[in-house]
């Protein structure tokens, strides 16, 4: 057989191949945290995280909506590749990003809608954030309140809701007729998501977004 019709069949058998390969390296989180557009920053500045979806999770209604999602949380699901950041490791970043001992909500955003939930797909997560939780609360020294939920369903919100925190749209807020940028910004400063993190948390926070030392060695 020619060379060329060799190297063709190869070529057309490595296109079919490949989006099932590249599927099966990528794995889902999905976590809730407050807000979801202050998670899906946080969680977008992760190496290894290849996409975050905003959307509401671990209720019952059908078709849930930002005006009316009752019984779920705001959530985010964060597709992310194993070989480059593991899942007990999402789990110690977003610990470190949320204020673990708060039962009533996330910092100015409060009720159930707002409160932090760890949500496992598997056998496999419920041990790796056991674990991670286990660990951070020997850490703080503190009892972490933050439960750890068997996943049940999750919804994406509203498209104006995905990546919100760096949209170019203009919205009119308390701030004013601003990009969306901007009232994100100032409404995660108002709100002292930051400011509250790194009270809790000191030298182990993660309100950068930078996922490296810090994680790991708050896990020692």
């Known amino acids: 057989m020619p060379k060329s019709i060799v190297s063709l069949a190869i070529a057309i058998i490595i296109s079919v191949l490949s989006p099932s390969l590249a599927q099966a390296k990528t794995e889902i989180a999905i976590f809730a945290g407050g807000c979801f557009w202050c998670v899906e920053s946080n969680f977008d500045k992760v190496k290894g995280v290849t996409e975050t979806i905003s959307g509401y999770a671990g209720g019952t209604m059908k078709n849930p909506t930002y005006g009316n999602h009752e019984g779920n949380q705001e959530a985010e699901k964060i597709n992310f590749d194993p070989a480059v ?49 286990a660990e951070a609360e020997k850490y703080l020294g503190k009892k972490i309140v933050m439960p750890i939920r068997d996943f049940t369903s999750f919804a994406d919100a509203e498209a104006y809701h995905q990546n919100y925190y760096h949209g170019e749209n203009r919205v009119l807020t308390r701030f004013g007729w601003v990009k969306q940028s901007y009232a994100y910004e100032q409404y995660r400063l108002a709100c002292g998501r930051d400011a509250r993190v790194n009270a809790l948390w000191g030298k182990a926070a993660n309100t950068t977004g930078q996922q490296g030392q810090n994680i790991l060695a708050a896990a020692k």
């Open 85 to 133: 950041v593991s899942y007990k490791d999402l789990v110690r970043y977003f610990l470190r990003t949320t204020d673990v001992v708060d039962a009533g909500g996330q910092f100015c955003d409060r009720g159930d809608a707002y409160i932090s939930v760890i949500f496992t797909l598997n056998d496999e997560q419920r041990k790796a954030a056991e674990e991670a939780k």
